[in-house]
Nanobody, 125 residues
Framework: QVKLVDSGGGLLQTGGSLRLSCAASGRTSSSLLTAWFRQAPGKEREFVAT????????RYAESVKGRFTISRDYAFNRVYLQMNNLKPDDTAVYYC??????????????????WGRGTQVTVSS
């Protein structure tokens, strides 16, 4: 059974930075396709970023391109989301998602069967 624990959220001002962490147990993170999604109040959960198993390939939502970086840490079995130059529109609950399936990239919710509980990111203006 795969369990994902996402963490690292917080409250900060516009222009600040945060690093979110997704820790996987039950499987090594390198055996999973992993992504980050987010859900703002009153909105649908949306894709943010994904990374391939090798870590060599990444894909981002247009709204975060150039500001967010997704990466793997094989030593600690984690996937990170480094978020820079944060804006109020980035305020949301951020969820780590993973799948043992194949076919990359996956940028929709139904592509993932494992989910973290979410971590809140609030950016004030």
């Amino acid at each position: 059974q795969v369990k994902l624990v996402d963490s690292g959220g917080g409250l900060l001002q516009t222009g600040g930075s945060l690093r979110l962490s997704c820790a996987a147990s039950g499987r090594t993170s390198s055996s999973l396709l992993t992504a980050w999604f987010r859900q703002a109040p009153g909105k649908e959960r949306e894709f943010v970023a994904t990374v391939s198993r090798s870590g060599d390939n990444t894909r981002y939502a247009e709204s975060v391109k150039g500001r967010f970086t997704i990466s793997r840490d094989y030593a600690f079995n984690r996937v990170y989301l480094q978020m820079n130059n944060l804006k109020p529109d980035d305020t949301a609950v951020y969820y780590c998602a993973a799948t043992s399936g194949y076919g990359w990239p996956r940028m929709t919710r139904d592509g993932y069967e494992y989910w973290g509980r979410g971590t809140q990111v609030t950016v004030s203006s």
